[in-house]
C-alpha cells in the first residue's frame, strides 16, 4: 500500500512551485453583493475588476423576478431537462433569447463553460477539424479537446493564418472522407477587450464552406440597437451557425445559452452531454436573466450602455491611456499589460491598499510572462469612483 501522506506532499510540491513562480491564487471571501464598491473582509474597496458590466447583478428587478421564480417552482430544478426539470421558466428564457438575438430557437445550460463544452463536443468529433483563435476562452479550448477532433490555431485575429488552416483543411477534406470544420472565435476577447474580425471571418468560413462559433460572453447586453451583441450591431445573424454566450456577465444572471436554428437547437438537446447529464438551471437564476433581458432591450439598457461607455472613456484617461477611442473600438475591458507576474501582483497590491481592487491576471488565464491588470468599468461606477482610480492609480504606477 502506498504511503498516504504522499498525496499531500505530491500536491504540497506542486502548490510551492506555484508559489515560487507567482503563480498561487488564493479566494478572497466577498461580504457584500456585486457592485462598484464591494466589501472583502473589513474593507471596503472599489471594484475595477467585474463583469457586470450594466450593474444589474444587484438590480431590485432581477432579485424580485428570481424571488417570484423561487415561489413559484422552488429553490431546485429536481432534474435534468429531458427528464423532469424542463420548467416553464426554462423555456420562457429560451423564448425570450431567441427573440432577443432573433434566431429561430435558443437552449440554456447551467453555466457558460458548460455550454461550450456540450456544444463544441456534439458538433465536432474525431476527423473534424476546429479551429481557434488563440486567445478564446479555455472553456472553448476544454470542448476541443473533449470533442476529439483535430484542433488547430491562428494567432489572434491573423486572417492570414487563418485562411491557410482553412486552405490545409478543406484540401484534406478532397483527399478522402469528408469531415466538418469549425472556427470558433469571440465577438469581445475576454483579456483583450478587443474585437474579433468578424465580417472577415464571416467571408472566410463561407469561402471554405466551414461553420462558425461565436462566444459574445463579453458582448451580449452591450452591442446593437437591441444590444443583443456584436452579431447583431454587424448585422451577421444569418452568417454564424452558432451563437454563444454567457447570462452571467452583464446580464447578471447565471448560466449560458446557444442561439441559432431550431435544428441545432433540437439537435443539442439530443445530444450536448453538460445538458442532458446536468440538473436543469435553477428557476432563480432563469428567471433574472429574463428580468436583464427586458431591462436590457428597453430604453433604459440603452442609457446603461451609454454611461458604460462615458465611464470607460474616462477610466481610459484615468490610468493615463487615450481616452478617444473610436465608437467602433468601445469596450469595457482596459487590459493593462505588465508582463512580469510579480510586478503585476505588486502594482494590484498598491492599488487594493489605495482602495481599489483590481488583481493581476496570471497564467494559466493569460500566457506566462503575460500578466496584466484587467481593468474593467462598469455602468454603476460613479465620476467620483473614477477620480479616486485616477488619483490611487497615479501613485501606485510610481511605487516601486
Ligand atoms: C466567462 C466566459 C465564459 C464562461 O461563462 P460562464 O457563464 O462564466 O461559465 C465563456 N466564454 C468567455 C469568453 C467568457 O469570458
Given at each position: 500500500m502506498s504511503d498516504p501522506n504522499t498525496f499531500i506532499d505530491e500536491l504540497n510540491q506542486r502548490l510551492d512551485k506555484l508559489r515560487q513562480d507567482g503563480l498561487s491564487r488564493q479566494l478572497r471571501v466577498v461580504e457584500s453583493p456585486q457592485g462598484a464598491t464591494i466589501q472583502i473582509g473589513q474593507e471596503s474597496l472599489l471594484n475595477f475588476s467585474s463583469n457586470d458590466y450594466l450593474g444589474l447583478a444587484n438590480e431590485p428587478r432581477l432579485k424580485a423576478a428570481a424571488e417570484m421564480a423561487l415561489g413559484e417552482f422552488g429553490a431546485g430544478s429536481g432534474a435534468s431537462r429531458l427528464i423532469c426539470g424542463s420548467l416553464k421558466v426554462h423555456h420562457q428564457l429560451e423564448e425570450k433569447l431567441a427573440e432577443f438575438k432573433r434566431t429561430e430557437a435558443a437552449i440554456v445550460f447551467s453555466s457558460g463553460y458548460a455550454t461550450a463544452l456540450g456544444t463544441i463536443a456534439a458538433l465536432m468529433g474525431p476527423g473534424d477539424v476546429i479551429v481557434l483563435d488563440k486567445l478564446v476562452h479555455a472553456s472553448i479550448v476544454d470542448a476541443a479537446k473533449l470533442s476529439g477532433a483535430r484542433i488547430r490555431v491562428f494567432p489572434h485575429n491573423d486572417l492570414n493564418k487563418l485562411e491557410s488552416i482553412l486552405k490545409w483543411a478543406t484540401q484534406q477534406n478532397r483527399g478522402g472522407e469528408t469531415s466538418q470544420i469549425l472556427v470558433v472565435t469571440e465577438s469581445i476577447f475576454s483579456m483583450e477587450g478587443d474585437r474579433g474580425l468578424l465580417l472577415e471571418i464571416v467571408r472566410l468560413k463561407e469561402q471554405y464552406g466551414a461553420w462558425l462559433m461565436v462566444d459574445e460572453a463579453h458582448a451580449t447586453g452591450l452591442y446593437g440597437q437591441r444590444r443583443s451583441g456584436l452579431i447583431e450591431a454587424l448585422d451577421l445573424g444569418s452568417h454564424v451557425e452558432v451563437q454563444m454566450g454567457t447570462l452571467g456577465k452583464a446580464l447578471g444572471a447565471a448560466g449560458g445559452y446557444i442561439c441559432g436554428s431550431r435544428t441545432l437547437i433540437d439537435y443539442l438537446v439530443n445530444r450536448a452531454r453538460s445538458f442532458v447529464f446536468s440538473t436543469a438551471p435553477v428557476p432563480a437564476a432563469t428567471a433574472a436573466a429574463q428580468a436583464a433581458i427586458d431591462i436590457i432591450a428597453s430604453s433604459e439598457g440603452a442609457t446603461?450602455?451609454?454611461?458604460?461607455?462615458?465611464?470607460?472613456?474616462?477610466?481610459?484617461?484615468?490610468?493615463?491611456?487615450?481616452?478617444?477611442?473610436?465608437?467602433?473600438?468601445?469596450?469595457?475591458?482596459?487590459?493593462?499589460?505588465?508582463?512580469?507576474?510579480?510586478?503585476?501582483?505588486?502594482?494590484?497590491?498598491?492599488?487594493?491598499?489605495?482602495?481599489?481592487?483590481?488583481?493581476?491576471?496570471?497564467?494559466?488565464?493569460?500566457?506566462?510572462?503575460?500578466?496584466?491588470?484587467?481593468?474593467?468599468?462598469?455602468?454603476?461606477?460613479?465620476?467620483?469612483?473614477?477620480?479616486?482610480?485616477?488619483?490611487?492609480?497615479?501613485?501606485?504606477?510610481?511605487?516601486?
Open positions: 446603461r450602455c451609454a454611461q458604460l461607455w462615458r465611464n470607460a472613456r474616462t477610466a481610459r484617461g484615468c490610468i493615463g491611456e487615450p481616452s478617444d477611442v473610436p465608437p467602433a473600438d468601445e469596450s469595457a475591458i482596459i487590459p493593462v499589460h505588465i508582463g512580469d507576474e510579480e510586478r503585476a501582483v505588486q502594482l494590484s497590491t498598491h492599488l487594493r491598499r489605495g482602495g481599489i481592487f483590481i488583481p493581476a491576471i496570471r497564467y494559466p488565464t493569460v500566457a506566462r510572462g503575460k500578466a496584466r491588470l484587467r481593468l474593467t468599468v462598469t455602468a454603476a461606477h460613479t465620476t467620483a469612483h473614477l477620480a479616486t482610480l485616477a488619483k490611487v492609480w497615479a501613485n501606485a504606477v510610481m511605487s516601486p
